[in-house]
């Protein structure tokens, strides 16, 4: 089966402030119109946004949804292949085929921790605009998404079994596991006591491939000074110094920030 990541959502009260930090930092583009916004109507004006490769959908929070990465999807050859070996070999995961009004996904499912991912097909009636297309190339892309898990083997097997992401054999923390589509990474960390936030299973950070650390660095002093409100979250230091060590574990990144919702992000070359 062909299988690419190709999409990211998270929930947000800011949408143009995300916006803009993606566009500004990674030069994220449009490629949809008509997202739903916070008063439930269809905005012309807002979009999935992408990188070339992974379309990012900046959703409307709403109540009783969690702030910060909800959900992310991959693109595969034949969605009904995908869903028989869901049934087949995980007959108790659940999914759901309800999202016609969505402009990537036809069917929404879940891995073994409960994390929520989407596939599509090109060819689907729903799927449409910028994700009908191949994409393109450009110097700042997102290269991994990392999930935390108990049993980091269990969720690997899953993703193998089911979508034939490939193992990758690299340098990394003690339990993770890495798989790939052949472009972006999927990493499987595993959960530890060190710091609250790697008790939970289920989305921990996202990373981005960039043509430089420094210019990039720099790039996010300047967005901070002129658009205060884009500025990216410091990780690290005080409480905090716990999440910085368990971000410097991953083997992928080279220097650890937020987005402006506290989305944690890293960079390398």
């Not at 790697?198 to 996010?220: A, I, M, P, Y």
Request: charged share 30%; aromatic share 8%; net charge negative.
């Amino acid at each position: 089966m062909n299988t690419r990541i190709r999409h990211l959502a998270t929930h947000t009260e800011r949408y143009d402030t995300e916006f803009k930090f993606y566009q500004a930092i990674f030069g994220m583009k449009q490629i949809t119109t008509g997202l739903v916004d916070e008063h439930g109507k269809s905005n012309p004006e807002r979009g999935h946004i992408s990188d070339g490769v992974i379309g990012l959908a900046l959703l409307a929070k709403r109540p009783g949804s969690q702030q910060g990465i909800d959900h992310f999807g991959f693109e595969v050859d034949d969605v009904n292949e995908a869903v028989d070996r869901l049934n087949r070999f995980y007959p108790e995961l659940l999914h759901t085929r309800a999202l016609t009004y969505v402009p990537f996904a036809g069917v929404r499912a879940q891995d073994p921790t409960g994390t929520q991912f989407d596939l599509s097909q090109k060819g689907q009636a729903n799927v449409r605009e910028g994700y009908l297309t191949d994409g393109w190339e450009q110097p700042r892309w997102l290269n991994h998404i990392a999930l935390r898990a108990r049993k980091p083997e269990e969720v690997a097997e899953f993703y193998t079994k089911v979508l034939e992401l490939k193992g990758v054999e690299e340098a990394g923390e003690e339990g993770s596991i890495t798989l790939t589509d052949g472009k972006v990474r999927l990493i499987i960390r595993r959960c530890h006591n060190g710091y609250y936030r790697s008790l939970r299973q289920g989305f921990d950070h996202v990373g981005f491939k960039v043509e430089s650390v420094e210019k990039t660095k720099q790039d996010l002093e300047k967005l901070a000074a002129a658009h205060p409100e884009c500025a990216p979250k410091k990780v690290g230091g005080g409480p905090q110094t716990g999440l910085l060590k368990d971000l410097e574990a991953c083997p992928i990144g080279k220097h650890y920030f937020a987005d402006p919702d506290g989305v944690l992000l890293d960079i390398c070359e």
